[in-house]
């Protein structure tokens, strides 16, 4: 195991009804502005339980974080927060608004252009931030991690502050989510979860043990949520399952990889793919070309998620990808990059600016732009 | 799922050498106490390396928290403290000294007697605490609990303050425990586990599958442990397990159980026996007496964890349970009250304890004066 630091101190606030302790957490004083994204907090009731949570105190409003959360928005955010001299915000909604809002966090406390601080990679000076999660996925609601978009240069970063004070998830609030943004919600926990795991063989066996129950979880419960996605224990196993996938508690000691998420960043950025749906693509390639290097890992995933254990090594390793790609199918996602038009443009664009970048990602930090290609031409 | 909480604010620092970080993480002006057990610190060179990572401070030491911390060495602790105006403690050793200290952390912001505080089960105003961890067992190093002993009157309570600051643990420091200390703690770290685990079946997939993972780590590791408890990667893998077997993380939206321990405190407290020497006893009765009310979760422990799943309910579930006790027997511990010599005195005066205090612990609420009975005479 190698040496690490933990600690997570985002009090999580988990179940029906919750959304109504929000007048507990969030000072009684706080010049409070909550931040939204479209429209759908209307529709599902979360904005009129807010509201109710909230009676007698006051706030402003920003609407408008799309997915994707762009700098050109955020920026309109920050300035109305300055404005208002905020010293609190609440992000409802799912992983954008919460990135997106841990970038205005961060703003209002940074004099200069906000973009500076996404450049930067890393600002801790923050205003206090709570959440309601809407949608499961990101597991922005309890990590410090936040990926904010540049429209005009079509570029996706990495960004890290402070965690949230607070998260508040209700699985009914989740009940009307549609089947598109579930299917790309489980994706990306799944993913999240392999970048962590995915790697080298006999580093802990407890993290170990976490990963392929997060992963063993996703795969149980997605295609029963496909038949009811009004059952709240599914719903809650799936919020939980998301949360847990990416707030460090799978990443104690092990070494991590994280290739798949930043060429997936890539095609979002390119394409508007959302992000769950571009690792569905993006992960079938990683672990084909990457097979020999993750073979021992492969194996064992193959052995206790899938329960692959007869036949010859490279046979039990072919079905275990077999079964990883077809479980991404199943979720009714793509797997492959010509399903949604993309070719070689695409691919040799990803490869110019990983080389351009001069990165090396993966735990081996041998993902350059050479092999960003043949992972990409790998799913293609 | 139920409804929960969650927030665990401790900062996990691990792995060799972790122990020279002591200067970052403790203010530099802090008025500082180290509180120590008996002298183990010393002859495994724990005390020179927090000596050399403290160089240049002062500070001033308790010696003598001894196992099952009593309330009579904690209140001179505590007037030591108070004497040189203590700001932070530090606890250096195992599950004993950092529950003791966490009383005195307590005790030195409360004018009345520290035994009142043991009384009212919580107190949150507290002195800051870290911890250097020495032996894997409580899990008190990432949670907010304690078992304090009153030896005048041989009582044993829990008790609530504040989670520790940080807790640095250093596997390699785990290398000279003693065989029957390493019995106790994997003993501890897994009836633990079974007291989040061994309840109601379906209420949170994820918890079982990490409470699971734990189990099966702590099967794993023990025999190998027996042949060479000087491999790192191995009492990681035990400090990893024991920290997350009680720090909350198996704990969200589930049932708890913990009549075993309620009754285990009892045996420590009547006889002096190690606290995971009482589980593996008692945790036999509690499976036995309480078979009916846990049979879909023990049928789910067996299958998932032993890998039994071949015959009637009735075998299974007789095979899970023998299963359980061979495992405790493995570790070198007794699994029976006579065995210890223990017999229907200390049963008798268990049923009068519980009677007298109305007390009716479990998942259920069931475990009262004669069901603790039950349980006793069936692990008898």
């Known amino acids: 195991m190698q040496n690490f630091v933990f600690q997570n101190p985002t009090k999580l606030v988990f179940g029906k009804g919750m959304i109504s302790k929000l007048a507990e957490l969030i000072p009684a004083n706080s010049r409070l502005m909550i931040t939204f994204g479209g429209g759908s907090v209307k529709r599902n009731g979360v904005y009129d339980e807010v509201k109710a949570a909230l009676a007698g105190r006051e706030w402003i409003e920003f609407w408008g974080i799309e997915p994707n959360p762009a700098i050109e928005t955020l920026r309109k955010a920050i300035a109305l927060g300055r404005e208002h001299k905020v010293d609190f915000l609440l992000a409802v909604g799912g992983g954008s608004v919460i990135d997106g809002t841990k970038l205005i966090s961060a703003g209002l406390r940074y004099e200069g252009d906000a973009w500076d601080l996404v450049l930067k990679?890393?600002?801790?000076?923050?205003?206090?931030?709570?959440?309601?999660?809407?949608?499961?996925?990101?597991?922005?609601?309890?990590?410090?991690?936040?990926?904010?978009?540049?429209?005009?240069?079509?570029?996706?970063?990495?960004?890290?502050?402070?965690?949230?004070?607070?998260?508040?998830?209700?699985?009914?609030?989740?009940?009307?989510?549609?089947?598109?943004?579930?299917?790309?919600?489980?994706?990306?926990?799944?993913?999240?979860?392999?970048?962590?795991?995915?790697?080298?063989?006999?580093?802990?066996?407890?993290?170990?043990?976490?990963?392929?129950?997060?992963?063993?979880?996703?795969?149980?419960?997605?295609?029963?949520?496909?038949?009811?996605?009004?059952?709240?224990?599914?719903?809650?196993?799936?919020?939980?399952?998301?949360?847990?996938?990416?707030?460090?508690?799978?990443?104690?000691?092990?070494?991590?990889?994280?290739?798949?998420?930043?060429?997936?960043?890539?095609?979002?950025?390119?394409?508007?793919?959302?992000?769950?749906?571009?690792?569905?693509?993006?992960?079938?390639?990683?672990?084909?070309?990457?097979?020999?290097?993750?073979?021992?890992?492969?194996?064992?995933y193959g052995a206790r998620v899938w329960g692959i254990v007869e036949g010859t090594e490279e046979e039990r390793i072919d079905r275990t990808i077999e079964a990883t790609e077809a479980f991404f199918r199943s979720l009714g996602l793509s797997t492959r990059l010509s399903e949604e038009g993309i070719g070689e443009e695409t691919i040799a664009e990803i490869e110019r600016r990983f080389n351009e970048a001069g990165v090396a990602y993966g735990e081996a930090h041998n993902v350059t732009g050479s092999m960003a290609r043949r992972i990409l031409e790998a799913c293609r």
Not at 145 to 170: C, M, Q, W
Not at 253 to 269: F, K, S, Y
């Open 121 to 300: 990679g890393c600002y801790t000076d923050t205003v206090p931030l709570g959440t309601v999660l809407t949608l499961p996925a990101t597991g922005s609601e309890m990590n410090s991690g936040a990926v904010i978009s540049r429209h005009e240069t079509k570029e996706k970063y990495a960004f890290y502050s402070n965690y949230p004070r607070f998260s508040i998830l209700d699985p009914e609030k989740t009940f009307t989510l549609p089947e598109h943004q579930i299917a790309c919600g489980l994706s990306d926990t799944f993913v999240h979860v392999m970048e962590q795991y995915l790697t080298t063989a006999g580093q802990s066996r407890v993290m170990d043990r976490w990963a392929e129950g997060l992963l063993q979880t996703v795969i149980e419960i997605a295609p029963k949520i496909r038949e009811n996605k009004h059952d709240y224990d599914l719903m809650a196993d799936f919020m939980l399952s998301a949360t847990m996938g990416l707030n460090g508690f799978v990443a104690m000691g092990v070494t991590q990889d994280w290739a798949t998420h930043m060429i997936g960043h890539e095609l979002t950025a390119l394409h508007g793919l959302t992000h769950g749906a571009t690792l569905a693509i993006v992960f079938n390639g990683t672990i084909r070309v990457l097979r020999e290097q993750k073979r021992a890992k492969l194996l064992q």
